[in-house]
């Protein structure tokens, strides 16, 4: 840009006598931040848009009548302008402000939550009178209210900034918050259920108690972090510490592929609440619920601390050297005959990377495979080669796309990938691109959730199976990602497709789109960048590749010839494996078999193998059939990086002193009683060591090439599934927090209004979806999905698709009116 154009864009103003140059357009407000000044406020926030609401931020302007609200004035050539510090007229009206919000505002300080950390309080101390003239009874609400399970509501304290709304509104897209009322019964409420007809539209009533529309978003936590005042407040916090009390530790989110930057609050080595950071690359200042509060497992009845070994059939508790010993010598023994390592998604980097290397160093082999989920078309004898080589080739070393990059595309189309429900701050940045009216979001998907309805998406109906086909063929699809910029963002459930992956990395080559892969778990894309997965060596690099093993030996220190290079088994053989006795051993990292495609299958592996040695936190169905338990550290009582789906390193350090020990001290351990060195017991040490990992090479390998396969037919009373997980649902992390489940959005059975008038069903009437190994009932949800195909969410209450119909999205299921009795006689249900 030259000078000329520079000059053209910014104007030249004075804010207390300093002239300041500032882009037009700007905020007064903002201008007076970069200077170093505070001019007080409480609806103002940079990521929402002005609102005027609170008046406290007033500043005189030069040839102005009044003084101005500086959070809605843009600067203008000349202007000048006197804040508080040099006009005795700014100061009046703040403290006028002041006075009327103190007016009905309780003062109850010693008991609020926001006690200590309060804008109010601070405000009301710098600009505010040193006494009040106020006699009357202030204005009282019953309080608190509970707007959900999670979020409490003191309208009493409520200065009306309309942070809350705005956020639910701008943001989130979750308007089940607003102002009420008139005059000085104005007030921030739920609306009531008569609120919402069946096409979503109404005449809003504010709620009084039973019937009211609860505060139904994933993303309402956000709403008490910027409140100014207690008028929001957690029910998990609530009462529970004052600000001055705790010990504040940077941390990072655990729990999906986001990458959320978080504040840990801990007291008495206890975590008591986890704020959004402020990232701006990434979460900006915002987080989901589920990052939020979903923390309470590492406090569990029933997590495990101390080592259990198996004798004469029962567990007991054993000292961590006997522990140690037990499963080091049961997997010398299985070695011979072959020890699988199922190490799952939700490592850090440091300790998937122990996990790649104590299966290639110490066990000989690369059957080790992170992928803790459904890797096949259910019924297909596609193996998971066509995912394994996607991600080699398209994934694996690959840093291209970033947050900002999502937000500012011209386009993109998402397959396999429900944004708001698996990568929530991925949503925030769609919508806020679609917000801007510069992105276009085309979604390839079963039906318009709310998520793609907030998104404004265009979608194109895709019946599960019939993905790989769309993408070579639609139009629709071709053409949104034909414009310069566009993305291509596929999720990891696009695998369980035959040619789906194939289709999507063929797509992005021919139309120049770029190729973006999002995992769900936090530690999925770490996994594979160090190699938990059988065809990929530590920096993803093929494990055939005689190069690169040549050169990760030389790195490792070990003789040539000692890494295989075998391509290993992934999970689904790992598990059949051990089911049939062919594998002597399983090494399990924390997988709940519940994630698995077929539980079944993942318990009776775990009952028919040999000898079984699990690294967990919690007491789950591998538990009970390990031989050996090692109790391993939860990630706010260790140290390490997880990885998102950027490929951006999120690292983070230990929260709360603890004597847990991470995967990889655990690893180490046992790989020294089998007399080798594996040096992964510091976070340190193997942040060095993977910093000399050789990664990339003389070129990537050619992506898959796998044909699709004809969708299949349902006949009568029958239709394709579709599932996916939930945000807040039956995960082992969030499992027993009751007042997090409580936000949960209801399980329902989705389908067509063909098939529910074939099967004589209307909205709220029980559908029971079954199959030979079981059946789930749930209230039916009549909309607009392809003829023959039904939605049910993954691993909800009432609804756990895999362990009850043993089936993945693609398979056909048979549906029935009501509850069948012999279903219900099993006790499936």
Not at 116 to 124: D, I, K, S, V, W
Not at 129 to 137: I, M
Not at 293 to 321: H, N, Q
Not at 509 to 531: F, I, K
Request: overall charge negative; hydrophobic content about 40%.
């Amino acid at each position: 840009m030259t000078d000329v154009a520079k000059k053209a864009d910014t104007v030249t103003l004075t804010i207390d006598g300093v002239e300041v140059q500032a882009a037009k357009g700007e905020l007064v407000i903002r201008v007076a931040e970069r200077m170093g000044i505070a001019i007080p406020r409480f609806c103002d926030h940079p990521l929402l848009a002005p609102a005027g609401a609170c008046r406290q931020c007033l500043v005189e302007v030069e040839g102005q009548r009044k003084p101005i609200a500086s959070c809605t004035q843009t600067v203008a050539e000349g202007m000048v302008v006197k804040t508080q510090r040099s006009s005795a007229v700014a100061e009046k009206a703040q403290a006028g402000i002041m006075e009327l919000l103190l007016i009905n505002h309780p003062l109850d300080c010693p008991t609020c939550d926001k006690g200590g950390e309060c804008p109010l309080q601070n405000q009301a101390m710098s600009s505010g009178r040193a006494e009040s003239r106020f006699q009357e009874k202030k204005r009282e609400y019953e309080k608190p209210i509970h707007i959900s399970s999670q979020v409490l509501l003191d309208r009493e304290r409520c200065v009306l900034c309309q942070r809350c709304t705005r956020f639910s509104e701008e943001i989130a897209g979750d308007k089940f918050i607003d102002l009420m009322d008139r005059s000085s019964g104005e007030q921030i409420n739920v609306y009531r259920d008569d609120f919402f007809g069946g096409d979503g539209t109404g005449d809003g009533q504010v709620g009084e108690g039973e019937g009211d529309v609860p505060f139904n978003s994933y993303f309402s936590g956000n709403t008490i972090q910027i409140c100014p005042v207690g008028a929001l407040t957690g029910e998990q916090y609530r009462f529970r510490a004052r600000p001055f009390d705790l010990v504040s530790t940077p941390s990072a989110c655990e729990h999906c592929a986001a990458g959320c930057s978080q504040r840990t609050d801990h007291r008495r080595g206890k975590v008591l609440r986890r704020l959004a950071g402020d990232d701006p690359a990434v979460n900006e200042e915002w987080n989901c619920d589920k990052g939020r509060w979903g923390f309470r497992y590492a406090t569990a009845t029933d997590r495990i601390m101390t080592p259990l070994i198996r004798v004469k059939g029962e567990l007991r508790e054993a000292s961590w050297s006997e522990a140690l010993l037990a499963a080091a010598e049961g997997l010398r023994a299985a070695r011979s005959r072959g020890v699988g390592v199922l190490p799952g998604g939700r490592l850090t980097v440091e300790d998937a990377y122990a996990y790649a290397k104590f299966t290639r160093i110490v066990l000989g082999s690369n059957d080790v495979d992170f992928r803790s989920r459904p890797i096949r078309a259910t019924g297909s004898t596609l193996t998971s080669t066509e995912e394994a080589d996607f991600l080699a080739a398209m994934v694996a070393g690959s840093t291209g796309v970033t947050y900002d990059d999502v937000e500012n595309a011209p386009s993109t189309v998402i397959v396999g990938l429900e944004p708001e429900e698996e990568c929530p701050i991925l949503f925030l940045r769609l919508r806020k691109g679609h917000r801007r009216g510069s992105l276009r979001v085309t979604a390839l998907t079963a039906y318009a959730s709310r998520g793609w309805e907030k998104l404004g998406a265009s979608v194109v109906a895709a019946v599960p199976g019939s993905e790989a086909r769309l993408l070579n063929t639609d139009p629709a699809v071709a053409g949104a990602l034909s414009t310069p910029g566009a993305l291509l963002i596929v999720g990891e459930r696009l695998a369980t497709v035959p040619g789906g992956l194939s289709a999507a990395a063929a797509l992005a080559t021919r139309t120049g789109a770029r190729l973006v892969w999002v995992p769900r778990r936090a530690g999925d894309r770490g996994a594979l960048e160090t190699g938990c997965l059988p065809n990929l060596l530590p920096g993803g690099r093929p494990v055939t590749d005689t190069a690169a093993r040549a050169e990760l030996s030389l790195a490792w220190r070990l003789d040539p010839g000692v890494l295989s290079g075998t391509p290993g088994r992934d999970t689904d053989a790992i598990l059949t494996a051990a089911a049939d006795g062919t594998l002597g051993g399983l090494l399990v990292g924390g997988v709940d078999p519940a994630d698995l495609s077929d539980p079944a299958l993942a318990e009776a592996a775990l009952d028919a193998a040999p000898f079984v040695v699990s690294l967990e936190m919690r007491q789950s169905a591998v538990t009970r059939r390990a031989d050996v338990v090692l109790p391993v550290a939860p990630s706010v009582e260790k140290a390490g990086a997880y990885m998102d789906w950027e490929g951006r390193l999120r690292s983070f350090g230990a929260v709360l002193k603890s004597t847990a020990m991470t995967d990889g001290r655990v690893l180490e351990a046992i790989a020294a009683l089998l007399d080798v060195t594996l040096n992964t017991g510091d976070v340190q040490a193997i942040r060095r060591e993977l910093g000399g990992v050789p990664s990339g090479g003389a070129g990537r390998p050619a992506h898959p090439e796998v044909h699709p396969v004809e969708a299949p037919e349902p006949g009568d009373r029958e239709a394709v599934l579709a599932t996916w997980h939930q945000l807040i649902d039956l995960g082992s992390l969030l499992d027993g927090d009751e007042i997090l489940g409580g936000t949960a959005r209801p399980p329902v059975a989705r389908i067509g209004k063909e098939l529910a008038e074939e099967l004589g069903l209307s909205d709220g009437d029980l559908v029971t979806v079954s199959t030979d190994r079981g059946g789930v009932t749930l209230p039916a949800a009549i909309g607009d999905l392809p003829p023959r195909v039904v939605w049910l969410p993954t691993n909800s209450p009432g609804s756990t698709v895999r362990r009850s119909l043993g089936v993945t999205a693609g398979s056909v299921v048979r549906l029935t009116a009501g509850v069948p009795g012999p279903i219900l006689a099993e006790g499936v249900l």
